[in-house]
């Protein structure tokens, strides 16, 4: 399909792995987001790519999240260490251009659970 | 301060009535946008309708229409003849600064669930 995909679309880790989560854009949109949805909650920004270019990590709660975008298409999300509230849906969200009225395309999401 | 609030944790409404969602927003932003999503159990964020906050009508998409209020800083979600797939969490977004170094990031409220019965 011609969405953003994410992958792996489920990841239970146990507490203190690392994982990886991966997502692919819409080809050829140049902003790519990254959010954290927690249960019952809505999303919260984690960070901002522009093409290769991470431009806003406000969002990353502490220095274990890791999000990289190393050719400007596809991006990963790097937690390490995992903790028990780390646990919730990470959603990957795309848009064609850099300007305040593109509509962001999201991702199905990947549900991690930290055990 | 919460930027978005939705006060309706979880809402019914009757197949084929009209139903309104709330939402209000905070922002001492001249330019903002409103946006409001769709997430069905699936757990993809379905874009329904966007309103900028100099646009002078309010927004409609099909079913879909935006009760936009700004001096009251409200935004709410209207559907009409609901159906039985709009059962769904519902988030109101807004997005804020229209600079040139703005990462445009959404903030969310916290949702309204419905559901619509048959």
Known sequence: ?115 | AQKITQTQPGMFVQEKEAVTLDCTYDTSDPSYGLFWYKQPSSGEMIFLIYQGSYDQQNATEGRYSLNFQKARKSANLVISASQLGDSAMYFCAMREGYRADSSYKLIFGSGTRLLVRP
């Not at chain 1, 994410?6 to 880790?13: D, G, I, M």
């Not at chain 1, 903790?83 to 795309?94: F, H, K, T």
């Open chain 1, 1 to 115: 399909g011609a969405g953003v995909s994410q992958s792996p679309r489920y990841k239970v880790a146990k507490r203190g792995q690392d994982v990886a989560l991966r997502c692919d854009p819409i080809s050829g949109h140049v902003s790519l987001f990254w959010y954290q949805q927690a249960l019952g909650q809505g999303p919260e920004f984690l960070t901002y790519f522009q093409n290769e270019a991470q431009l806003d990590k406000s969002g990353l709660p502490s220095d274990r999240f890791f999000a990289e975008r190393p050719e400007g298409s596809v991006s990963t999300l790097k937690i390490q260490r995992t903790q028990q509230e780390d646990s919730a849906v990470y959603l990957c969200a795309s848009s064609f251009g850099t300007g305040a009225y593109n509509e962001q395309f999201f991702g199905p999401g990947t549900r991690l659970t930290v055990l």
